[in-house]
């Protein structure tokens, strides 16, 4: 069985650990709430004036139509730090409320283009609402590019799809350096044999601390020179004149096998390409989507008198003259 592209060495997992993580977090925040809602308790009962009552809540602090109150506060301590950080948290969460209350209260008071401020915000909490509902639509859809138009569009632009960047095939391994069947490696990976490659994943796979096979496929050149402590300086010239690479680092030996390669400028082969092509007509797919979504929408907007195409149609883009009939009946209508 081959290792696929990217493969990192997994990890031996730590037995119970899970189960003291959950004793420890819900002792923390016991703890942690628990203080909070004394400190609160006691800043509460040393206050000379009331506290007004919130449903479900006690507020601490009031400015204008804002609140805020113990749960508020409580909810943004994280769980399973000390009684004495839960206590300076609190005091540093309420100072940061009252601090943006008070400014913002003294800068709306003193800007005068406040008003253009507000529009701002008004229109980016328009985008970002209509940014998540759009994210909701498009979640809601499977957009699947078939095989058939992936070829077609590969074939009608492969003259324009051109390699940045060598592309790879081969064998690429990081092993430590005082491994003790590091030989035995090296020549695993350098002869690529199957008989080879059987072997190394057989006995050695565990040592290695990285093992990418992409003998089947194409890579390209860059993710693999940027995991190799080595500068290569005309990544071309290097691989053209060579099948075989190794250096060290930091107690670490790095092992290269390069099996077949294209130099920047090529035609990107198809299995290389299709991965971007079958992306493109995805965002393709999902923008004719959203505009027939939006064009539904400004139809049903104007059938429901909500949307008011008064001298312009959205939909067909041109400017429309008055409908001078229904002003006049809406005049009569009123008199």
Excluded at 44 to 56: K, Q
Aim: hydrophobic share 40%; proline share 5%.
């Amino acid at each position: 069985m081959r290792h696929p592209f990217n493969h990192q060495a997994p990890s031996t997992p730590v037995k119970n650990r899970a189960a003291r993580s959950v004793n420890v977090r819900g002792i923390g925040r016991s703890l942690s709430r628990g203080m909070a809602v004394l400190f609160v308790a006691a800043s509460v009962s040393a206050c000379s004036h009331p506290v007004p009552a919130v449903t479900g809540s006690d507020v601490l602090l009031c400015m204008g139509d804002s609140a805020l109150t113990v749960d508020d506060v409580v909810r943004r301590i994280p769980v399973g730090i000390s009684p004495s950080d839960s206590v300076a948290l609190f005091h540093s969460i309420t100072d940061n409320w009252v601090a943006g209350m008070v400014l913002a209260d003294m800068a709306a008071s003193k800007l005068p283009e406040i008003e253009d401020i507000e529009r701002k915000v008004e229109a980016y909490r328009n985008r970002l609402i209509v940014a998540e509902y759009m994210k909701r639509m498009r979640d809601s859809r499977q957009f699947k590019v078939s095989p058939d138009s992936v070829r077609s569009f590969y074939d009608s632009h492969r003259a324009e799809m051109i390699a940045e960047t060598p592309l790879v095939k081969g064998i690429y391994l990081k092993i430590p350096t005082s491994s003790i069947g590091i030989d035995d490696v090296r020549e695993s990976v350098f002869s690529a044999t199957e008989a080879g490659i059987d072997r190394l994943e057989k006995n050695w796979i565990g040592e290695a601390i990285q093992y990418d096979y992409f003998i089947d496929e194409w890579v390209d050149w860059s993710l693999i020179a940027d995991q190799i402590p080595y500068r290569f300086y005309d990544p071309d010239a290097f691989l053209a004149s060579t099948r075989n690479f190794e250096t060290s680092a930091d107690g670490q030996t790095y092992l290269l096998h390069v099996s077949d390669y294209l130099p920047a400028g090529s035609e990107l082969p198809f299995e290389f390409a299709s991965k971007r092509i079958s992306a493109i007509l995805e965002q393709a797919k999902i923008a004719d989507y959203e505009q027939a979504l939006v064009r539904s929408l400004i139809k049903k907007a104007i059938n429901e008198n909500r949307l008011q195409a008064v001298g312009y149609d959205p939909l067909t883009h041109r400017r429309t003259a008055p409908d001078r009939n229904k002003e006049n009946k809406n005049l009569k209508d009123e008199k």
